[in-house]
Structures are given as structure tokens and as C-alpha cells.
């Protein structure tokens, strides 16, 4: 059989365990002959590095094992000269040749340009890489690049422009260091988002003490902690992690005092974890972040959801030891049994957190403390303006600021008479799957009666607030087009859909991982389905946006499982079993660092300059280029060196901002 070609794009969590898994596979009948990463940033490890807050390093700690797994693979495609001997080497890792390709946006389009394409963006000159140069090249390909787009408020709520109004994805973006949120200039970054730049400081300036973050999930916990817990650069625990220190600075000088969690459903349908609420009750003792009691109301409705969910998973387990399964089949009821017992445990749990928490004693007031407070059945209808901010007072390059927010106020659906066995919970908020916008529409109605669903009062309530963060979750894409003239071509637009998209969940199709090319498309640009190469899906884009990153793993670990039980019906041919595209070659010949670490030392010049917040850890000499590991490489050890000099034997690393 033909050894296995693969190309992953993305380098998040999900194609890292899924490149491991490839590398490690103790199958002996699925010779691996390369393992070629490929990704749009200069540096990889996606939202491990992007995503993840701060203050919780324990959980980047699975880049240390995707470090180990690719020195291996690199050691020993050196002692074998890249040959896969039928399994993994003495320590446990195969030797095919792993390549990482960083600053390469693999785009939807043929190869009809000579060279590979360039596009301008915040983080500086990615290169534009043809999708059918991977159909020639590879056998096997596993679209692993994630969700990165926030899902919005919807048209419906006025006011989003305001001065003070944000993304999560761009505020966590920022405090992360991703590029996108610290661009080389200014201009470039208002160039990029074709109006004001940087809205997140926005949200953080001097004179904001309220901050509302629309959304209940983990990533709202995550903002709020950061914006509670910033205090001086120097004694602050964020000060030791790998926030950037022109972020911290910025965090530092900021006067927030209450953050207020606002959420569509009632208490108990929050999409936090546990882990997560334990974390936030505990800062009050430790920080002097003190949670605002539940309202008596609140508590109430959130133990009489728990209370009705308990029947729902009670008439589940009666019926199943009846043999009572309905149109669903013993499997699927079996499963839908074990799914309501398991949520009840977890929203018990979270309601009787939150209770406590409640009731624990707080501090005297002595002394100045700060606060959260979760605020349950409430929409936004409108982000509104402050007081004489819209002639002027307070405005920004002609934007208003944000003074208040209108609500519709929700409640519980009554729920039918009896309990129906079959009824379920609602997905979490953050599932693009069944999650509409929060500009209009009404939850999705999986069974009767429906467990945590709201409808509107008719009641509207207005509250004062500086800023407006919200967190509704990620929402996949589809491969992106060119960025040149050619993205809007027809041919494009058929490329595009030669790889199926789910437009209503935002993820790909696919069949636990599987993915079948889109015949119809692939007629059109005068493909033969049967000479492309296999192509699976993991992580986000494949399954939305949900779970931790453990999910990732299993998925990553199943998608890859399969591609090699199916890998003996290959039979497309490659000319050269180990060597990327011919234009990464090219790119490479003409633009890489260096052979040597010496060269590439020689050629990556790290450098400090101003940033609107700071002086910023900045690096010359990748922008334009095709970065390899041993690039990466070199700008982790820099990054760590700028840490230790900037705090030593204490920060982790000081994050390069910017690459020209």
C-alpha cells in the first residue's frame, strides 16, 4: 500500500493531537512517510496559546508534550533518514518526517499562480497557500483549524458600534498577545477592521468601574477574572504568567470595580464549569473579589430547575428498566438516559456552588474590594449611549460612549402537566449547533416540554454600565477565499465549496470525522473525486465549539484512528513521499531563515517598540517567510529569555507581539 502523506491545517490542540496520535500510532500496517502541519500565524499551538487565560497555565502545559512528541519525530527521521520503519521508534514516536509550515493560509483556490500568494493582515505578510497544491501532495488531509470568528448579537440589538462595546474573541485575543490584537502599526489595525482601532482598550480605559459581559459560559468567567484580578505589574499574580506586560500595564491603570455576568436563561442552564465557579467563589478570600449574592428569586427558580431535571432523569431511568424505550431504540434511549443522570450531577453541583457562595460570609468592608455578580433572564434589545456622549462629550473618533444597556427581561416556560421521559436539557449557549443569535429568534425545541427554556416578559429594564464584552461563543468558516482579486472569482467560490460546510451549525460536514468531498464542486473545476486524497475533519470545525481540551484529544485521537483503518483503500500516488508543495519548497529556497540555528539566529532580530500601551517584544525577519520549527524554536527561547529579564525566576515568557 502507499504510505500516508498527511497534511493538518491548524496547529490548535486538535492538530497537534492529532499529529502526536499519527506519530505515535503503534499500527504497523499504515506506513507514515510525512506528518506536514500548516499555519496561518507564525506560531502554533492555537488556542492553547491564544485562547487559554493566563492565569491558567496548568492547562498550556499540553504544549510540552506536542514539544516532545515533534523533537522526537525530528531526531528520528534524522537516524532513519525519514523512513517509517511500520511503527513507532524505541521512545515511542515514529519516524516521519514532521514539517511545521507557520505563516501559510491555506486558502480555497486552484494553482494557477506561479508563486505562492501574499496577504496583508495585523499580524503581518501571511502566505497564500492553493488548496489543490495539498491535493496533489498528499494522501491524506485533516482540516483541523478550528473556530475563530465571535458569534455576535445579532442585527436586532442597536448600539454595537459604541465606544466601550467588544468581542470576547477580541478582548481574550488581546491580553493572549495574539498578533491580530497588537499590530505592527496603528494604521494597519484600523486598516484592517475598516474602522477604529483596537476596541478592547476601549473597554479598559481609565474611567470604566462597571464592565457587563453578555454570555454565561467559561470565556465569560475568563474576562471577568482577568479584569478583577489586574493590579500592579509588580505584585500581581498575572505579573508571573505569560501575559504580555504592556497588557498588564494597561490592566493595571484601570478602575473596575463590578463586572455583572448577564445571561438569556435562568441560573442553572449556565454553561460554566464547575472547576470554573469554584475558582471565581474562592477569589474573594484570597483578592478581595467578593461574589454579589443571588437574588432569593434567582436561587429558587435554579433548585426548582434542578428539581424538574431530577424527574426528567428519574422517568428516563424508570422507563429504561421497563424496556420502554419510545421511537428512539434501546441505544439512543440508553444514551439519552445516561446524558440527563450526567447533567443532573453537573447542574446540581453548579446550583449548590453558587448557593454557598451566596451565603459565605463576606469580609467587613474595610479596605477596597472588588466584585461579580451573575444576573440571570436577561436579552439585550439595545446597547445605549451615555448622557451627552453622542454631542460629543465623551466620544472617540466620532463614536459615542457606551452609557447603558436595555434589556428584555425572560422567564421560565411553565412547563406541561407530568414529565415527559423523552424531554431533554437545551444544548449550552455556546453551541453554534442549535444556538441562534441573540438578536432574535427563540431556543431550539428539541423535545416537550423543554428543560431551561425562557420567553420574553414583555418587561424592559435598563442598567448603567462603562463597557460591553460579549461572549456567545466561536463560530467556524468555511477555508478562506483568496484575499486577492482572484477570491471573488467563480473558480474560487467552487473551491470553496469543494470542501462541505454546514452554514446553519458552522462546522464541516462530516461523518465522525469523515469527510466526503462535494462531487457536484469537484465536477465543476474537473476533478476526479476517486485521485483525491482522503480528507477528515477534528476539533472545532468539525464537531463546534464545545468541550474542554481533553474532548479535543479523544477527538483528535478518533479522526486519526479511522483515517488509518481506512488508509489501506489508498491508492493515490505521490511522487515524493516526504517534500511539501513545490511552492513551500520555493518559499523556503528564497526566504528561509537559515539552515543552521547559528543563520537563523543571524536572520530573527528581536527588538522592543512602542506600542499604544508600552514597549512591545517585537521580531524582524519572518514576515513574508514560511516559519519551520526551528524558527519557532527559536522565538520560544526568546520569549522565555525576555520573561526571565523581565521578572526572573518568576514570569514564564514575555510573548513577541508583532512580526515584520
Excluded at 531526531?75 to 516521519?96: F, H, I, L, Y
Excluded at 464592565?211 to 474576562?223: K, P, Y
Aim: proline share 7%.
Amino acid at each position: 500500500m502507499q504510505p500516508i502523506k498527511l497534511a493538518i491545517i491548524g496547529s490548535g490542540p486538535s492538530a497537534f493531537y492529532a499529529a502526536t496520535r499519527a506519530l505515535t500510532s503503534p499500527s504497523t500496517s499504515a506506513p507514515i512517510s510525512a506528518v506536514h502541519i500548516y499555519e496561518s500565524l507564525p506560531t502554533p499551538f492555537g488556542l492553547v496559546r491564544a485562547g487559554v487565560a493566563p492565569d491558567h497555565p496548568d492547562v498550556k502545559n499540553v504544549t510540552h508534550r506536542f514539544t516532545e512528541v515533534v523533537r522526537s519525530a525530528l531526531v528520528n527521521q534524522q537516524s532513519t533518514g525519514g523512513v517509517d520503519t511500520g511503527g513507532p521508534s524505541s521512545d515511542g514516536v515514529r519516524a516521519g518526517t514532521f514539517r511545521f509550515f507557520g505563516n501559510v493560509r491555506v486558502v480555497a483556490a486552484g494553482s494557477s499562480p506561479s508563486s505562492l500568494g501574499a496577504a496583508q493582515g495585523t499580524a503581518g505578510t501571511a502566505l497564500e497557500l492553493p488548496l489543490q497544491d495539498l491535493l496533489r501532495h498528499y494522501t491524506h488531509i485533516i482540516l483541523a483549524y478550528g473556530s475563530a470568528q465571535a458569534r455576535t448579537l445579532g442585527s436586532r440589538v442597536t448600539g454595537q458600534d459604541l465606544r466601550g462595546v467588544c468581542s470576547a474573541l477580541d478582548f481574550v485575543n488581546w491580553y493572549n498577545g495574539h498578533p491580530d490584537a497588537h499590530p505592527a502599526t496603528t494604521a494597519a489595525a484600523a486598516a484592517e477592521r475598516n474602522g477604529p482601532a483596537s476596541p478592547w482598550l476601549d473597554v479598559v480605559r481609565p474611567d470604566a468601574r462597571h464592565v457587563s459581559i453578555i454570555g454565561a459560559g467559561n470565556v465569560a468567567l475568563d474576562v471577568a477574572r482577568i479584569l478583577l484580578r489586574a493590579r500592579s505589574p509588580t505584585s500581581s499574580f498575572l505579573a508571573r504568567t505569560d501575559i504580555p506586560s504592556p497588557v498588564l500595564s494597561r490592566l493595571a491603570d484601570t478602575r473596575v470595580e463590578h463586572v455583572s455576568i448577564v445571561a438569556r436563561r435562568g441560573v442553572a442552564q449556565v454553561a460554566f464549569t464547575n472547576k470554573e465557579v469554584r475558582e471565581m467563589l474562592t477569589l474573594g478570600e484570597s483578592e478581595g473579589i467578593d461574589f454579589v449574592p443571588l437574588s432569593k428569586e434567582s436561587g429558587e427558580l435554579a433548585l426548582e430547575d434542578v428539581a424538574r431535571l431530577k424527574q426528567l432523569s428519574d422517568g428516563a431511568t424508570r422507563s429504561l428498566k421497563a424496556g420502554e424505550f419510545g421511537s428512539m431504540g434501546k441505544e439512543a434511549f440508553t444514551k439519552h438516559a445516561s446524558e440527563l443522570s450526567g447533567e443532573l450531577r453537573i447542574r446540581k453541583r453548579l446550583v449548590d456552588l453558587l448557593i454557598k457562595g451566596s451565603k459565605a460570609p463576606k469580609p467587613d468592608a474595610a479596605g477596597h474590594r472588588k466584585s461579580w455578580s451573575l444576573e440571570p433572564f436577561r436579552a439585550p434589545e439595545a446597547i445605549q449611549p451615555s448622557t451627552g456622549s453622542s454631542s460629543g462629550e465623551g466620544s472617540s473618533q466620532g463614536r459615542a460612549q457606551v452609557g447603558s444597556i436595555r434589556w428584555s427581561v425572560t422567564e421560565p416556560v411553565p412547563s406541561s402537566s407530568g414529565t415527559s421521559a423523552s424531554a431533554a436539557p437545551s444544548p449550552a449557549p455556546t453551541s453554534p449547533a442549535e444556538t441562534p443569535t441573540w438578536g432574535g429568534g427563540s431556543p431550539p425545541q428539541l423535545t416537550e416540554p423543554q428543560w431551561g427554556s425562557v420567553r420574553s416578559t414583555g418587561k424592559m429594564l435598563t442598567t448603567d454600565t462603562d463597557s460591553v464584552v460579549y461572549s456567545l461563543g466561536y463560530v467556524g468558516a468555511p477555508l478562506p477565499l483568496p484575499s486577492d482579486a482572484s477570491g471573488q472569482s467563480a473558480a474560487s467560490q467552487k473551491w470553496q465549496q469543494l470542501i462541505p460546510f454546514d452554514q446553519r451549525r458552522a462546522v464541516i460536514k462530516n461523518d465522525k470525522g469523515s469527510v466526503e468531498w462535494n462531487s457536484e464542486a469537484a465536477a465543476q473545476l474537473g476533478l476526479d473525486i476517486e485521485e483525491l486524497p482522503r480528507v477528515y475533519t477534528t476539533g472545532w470545525i468539525g464537531r463546534g465549539p464545545v468541550g474542554v481540551i481533553a474532548t479535543t484529544m479523544y477527538d483528535a485521537y478518533d479522526t486519526v484512528d479511522l483515517m488509518l483503518s481506512q488508509a489501506s483503500s489508498t491508492t493515490k500516488d505521490i511522487s515524493d513521499p516526504a517534500a511539501p508543495p513545490s511552492r513551500i519548497q520555493d518559499a523556503l529556497l528564497a526566504h528561509r531563515t537559515g539552515q543552521s540555528s547559528s543563520e537563523r539566529r543571524g536572520v530573527l532580530t528581536p527588538r522592543t517598540k512602542k506600542g499604544p500601551t508600552g514597549a512591545e517584544l517585537a521580531i524582524d525577519g519572518l514576515a513574508g517567510r514560511v516559519v519551520e520549527w526551528e524558527d519557532w524554536e527559536i522565538v520560544d527561547e526568546f520569549e522565555r529569555a525576555a520573561g526571565a529579564a523581565h521578572m526572573p525566576d518568576a514570569k514564564e515568557r514575555e510573548k513577541v507581539l508583532t512580526f515584520t
